[in-house]
């Protein structure tokens, strides 16, 4: 098929706002900024949802507007959109029983994530070569796809190493299995692929710019030469900086920021092409406040999209699995891994629909659309947008009791905030367990053992975790109840082998009770999970010289201490 007429004007919305909203100049920018100012991104974690708000929640929004805009459009999307769809939702709903196969879900969605971004950066730099007037060529498409593939083959061996952050970063895992789960390349073989494809990147880099170069001048390449260099800032360099100097990025490392910030300026990509489409489509007209309409149904839908299943799924309604404890990451992959889905089948430039209007600036080929009916038609429209902005009100009451309410009050101890933010996180469906953690551990230090076991105790029953048990064991160690204590904390390592708090205090509460070989299997234990708190490696060692000045052999057996290791 025959390419469609490039435009006389290769820009969508302008230069500027190309550069800065389609192309990653404005996502530089910022990341300068911050820097400048000396903010950390890291920092700005608690802050994050009300910036996704404003750009990830509405570039999904957007995708539903465009597949269900229309009668034609969801008849022409009806395969990814109700066929593909239930699939995946059938997948979540599994997955929220067996955390193994929810486990590969999040996987899948994790490794596709950065693949769905570069196909997005490919497609616009394609989209940008015919708009400039270049002959693209099957050489030229060789080039411009194989740069992009190997750019992301180097994201692909660095999660799927054996020594992965996804097995760290809280942004890759929860409680009871749910997790990303890497392939576990190992290392050696890591570093040669990585080193292979760096130096394939560098060869595919100069012949890509030479071959452009030659047909067509620097200024009509600018787009695709900040759209390379965007696909680079995101993704070639966290990782190999993160390889070269693993400390520069700070203790959660460059493959969590880079997926946080690359996800933002993916989504803000995403929103300035699809308003374009939407403009010439004739969806959208070009004043003000069509375009803030449209923004605001995005938004609407996006959120409803995020909410409404977590809050079905979680503790508000049928209790199945809280948001912090893998609800919230299961919730992230069908959403995610539908809409990858949906897009690959809405924006190829080989549909005249879509290259119509992408490469040719003009309105795309579309079936007459029926007239509108009217009636109890403004019924349904008013439902959807009161859904929507229900949805919106618990992601900012989410937002801002997650931020003030819980991980500030924390903090500065306040307890009756904490309480607050329990019963409105409770209110809209997201209550979980730490909450409760937090709040038996503040109720504990004000003396009242027996509100904060009640806590600790709301907390298992939302999901186990190995501090709400270490919380239990701590109180019944002050109250001397060393069988109690003893069992909680040997509850808590079932749940975490290698839990340090949960180790030490177990290894402190055997040596109360005369165990001296179990205190010291589990000190040691508790000084390999935890070898950077000193704290801990220094009760080992007490307990070690507390021992040696003993000679009365424990149960028939003497105790036999080689070094620092106990056997």
Request: positive net charge; aromatic residues 10%; proline residues 6%.
């Amino acid at each position: 098929m025959s390419s469609p007429r490039a435009p006389a004007r290769p820009w969508l919305l302008g230069p500027i706002a190309d550069l800065l909203f389609g192309c990653g100049l404005g996502y530089a920018l910022v990341v300068a900024a911050l820097i400048g100012l000396g903010i950390a991104m890291d920092a700005m974690r608690g802050w994050l949802p009300f910036v996704v708000l404003v750009t990830g929640v509405p570039h999904y929004g957007a995708t539903l507007l465009r597949v269900v805009g229309s009668p034609e459009a969801r008849r022409r999307h009806a395969r990814p959109l109700i066929h593909l769809g239930v699939l995946v939702w059938a997948l979540f709903v599994v997955s929220l029983f067996l955390p193994r196969l929810g486990a590969i879900f999040i996987t899948l969605y994790l490794t596709w994530s950065p693949w769905h971004y570069t196909g997005q950066n490919y497609g616009i730099v394609m989209m940008y070569l015919h708009r400039g007037g270049f002959v693209v060529t099957p050489l030229s498409r060789r080039l411009v796809r194989g740069w992009f593939a190997l750019s992301f083959a180097l994201v692909f061996f660095n999660i799927h190493n054996a020594a992965s952050l996804g097995d760290a970063d809280p942004l890759y895992v929860a409680a009871g299995g749910y997790r990303f789960t890497p392939l576990g390349i190992p290392e050696g073989v890591t570093k040669i692929a990585l080193l292979a494809v760096s130096a394939a990147l560098a060869a595919v880099t100069i012949a890509l710019f030479l071959h452009l170069l030659r047909r067509r001048g620097a200024a009509r390449l600018s787009p695709v030469v900040a759209l390379l260099a965007s696909q680079a800032a995101w993704f070639v360099a966290p990782v190999i900086i993160g390889r070269l100097w693993p400390g520069l990025y700070g203790p959660r490392g460059p493959a969590a920021l880079a997926f946080i910030w690359a996800a933002i300026a993916h989504s803000v990509q995403y929103l300035w092409i699809s308003l374009y489409y939407a403009k010439q489509s004739g969806a959208v007209r070009g004043t003000a406040r069509a375009t803030g309409g449209y923004l605001g149904a995005a938004v609407l839908a996006g959120a409803a999209l995020w909410i409404f299943p977590a809050f079905v799924a979680g503790p508000g309604a049928f209790g199945v699995l809280p948001f912090e404890s893998g609800l919230g990451l299961l919730v992230a992959s069908a959403v995610n891994v539908h809409h990858f889905i949906l897009d690959g089948a809405i924006w190829r430039l080989r549909d005249a629909r879509v290259g119509d209007v992408l490469v040719s600036g003009s309105s795309p080929r579309t079936e007459p659309e029926p007239p509108p009916r009217h009636g109890s038609s403004w019924i349904g429209r008013a439902a959807l947008v009161a859904a929507g902005c229900v949805a919106v009100s618990f992601w900012l009451v989410s937002t801002w009791e997650r931020e003030i309410g819980e991980r500030r009050a924390v903090l500065s101890g306040n307890l009756e905030r904490l309480s607050i933010a329990a019963r409105r996180l409770s209110l809209i469906g997201l209550d979980g367990p730490r909450i409760h953690v937090s709040l038996g551990g503040l109720l504990a230090r004000h003396g009242d053992g027996a509100a904060a076991l009640g806590e600790y105790r709301r907390s298992l029953a939302l999901a186990p975790t190995p501090a709400a048990w270490v919380g239990i064991g701590k109180i019944h160690e002050s109250q001397h109840d060393l069988a109690s204590a003893r069992a909680a904390y040997e509850a808590a390592i079932s749940l975490d082998p290698k839990h340090a708090d949960a180790l030490d205090h177990l290894s402190q509460v055997w040596l109360a009770l005369g165990g001296w070989n179990e205190a010291i299997s589990m000190g040691y234990r508790a000084t390999l999970a935890a070898p950077d708190r000193p704290e801990i490696r220094r009760r080992y060692e007490d307990l070690l010289r507390k021992i040696s000045l003993e000679t009365e052999p424990l149960g028939g057996e003497e105790i036999v201490v080689k070094g620092t290791a106990y056997e």
